[in-house]
């Protein structure tokens, strides 16, 4: 018996001995397959780099989309306890910009959509179709005839208006000219003094046209699986502060799984006109609260 025993402990420590050995030679042979594709990764890197820096187009797009669909039949605990509600929305920041050595032309689409709706099934007045709550559209094109590296004289077209309701009611149409710095890669700000900026609507009674400067700032960057995106653009009035505006938004998206992800989309506005319009009094009296939206959703990579 006793030789039985020793034979079973001698036999188990071998197979546990051979075991962790095993393991050893795979975790070896995995850093060394690692380092491996780390070099080569690196080296893929260093030459996208070198195509980036090619002259020609470079063009992308990256959205985030969110969602949610609900049915509730009797029930009792909440105060509609028979309702169909949801809410839909998407956002797509897209850009084309070609890049030679002598000049640049960058193309720029922003957009965000949303839809809710409340069907309450007993109140047979109320509305059963989803309604637009988020619209915005901002589209831009940015030419520059290059003096250096970093400096162009350049010209600005940036239009902005929804899509869904009230369709260029109003639409902010900005023209003019100045220069672009490019202090960094990914990087631009527009400075234009020369700028005028139209203003589109029906009721004119507060939207006014007029001249002043636009100053606009962005940064959009990929890095992996991360995508980015700040944009700040602002209108400064050369006849009143109550015609300028300014608009700051964001996006991120981080992709998990082929080219879905989570995204975050974020954004500020300050716009007098557009406050005095909705609140029905004088521009003078319209109480400027600051504007602000964000979508927390799915995310999907062109």
């Not at 995508?227 to 996006?251: A, H, I, P, R, V």
């Not at 080219?259 to 609140?279: H, P, T, Y």
Request: net charge negative; aromatic share 14%.
């Amino acid at each position: 018996m006793k030789k039985k025993l020793i034979f079973m402990a001698v036999l188990m420590l071998a197979i546990s001995f051979g075991f962790s050995q095993t393991k050893e030679e795979l975790e070896a042979q995995k850093a060394e397959k690692q380092a491996e594709a780390d070099k080569f990764q690196g080296e893929a890197d260093a030459l996208q780099a070198q195509i980036d820096a090619l002259p020609g187009w470079r063009v992308g797009a990256f959205g985030t989309i969110g969602g949610s669909l609900s049915n509730f039949n009797n029930w009792y605990a909440q105060g509609t306890p028979n309702n169909a509600s949801g809410n839909i929305g998407f956002t797509v920041n897209a850009y084309a910009n070609k890049i030679e050595d002598k000049y640049f032309w960058r193309n720029t689409l922003t957009t965000n959509l949303n839809w809710v709706k409340l069907d309450d099934k007993d109140d047979p007045s109320d509305k059963d179709s989803f309604e637009a709550t988020t619209d915005v559209f901002n589209l831009s094109s940015l030419y520059g005839y290059k003096l250096s590296k970093k400096w162009a004289v350049s010209g600005l077209l940036e239009y902005r208006t929804t899509l869904l309701d009230n369709f260029n009611d109003p639409g902010y149409l900005d023209l003019g000219v100045g220069a672009t710095w490019t202090p960094i890669e990914n990087m631009i700000v527009v400075i234009h003094p020369l700028n005028y900026n139209f203003v589109f609507a029906d009721d004119d009674s507060v939207f006014e046209s007029s001249a002043g400067a636009k100053i606009v700032a962005d940064y959009t960057k990929s890095i992996g699986a991360v995508n980015f995106k700040t944009n700040f653009s602002t209108f400064q009035s050369y006849e009143s502060g109550d015609l300028s505006n300014w608009t700051w938004t964001n996006s991120f998206s981080y992709t998990l799984w082929k080219m879905i992800g989570v995204g975050f989309d974020f954004a500020l506005r300050s716009n007098k006109q557009e406050a005095a319009n909705f609140q029905g009094v004088d521009l003078e009296d319209a109480d400027n609260d600051l504007q602000s939206y964000y979508t927390i959703g799915l995310s999907y990579k062109f």
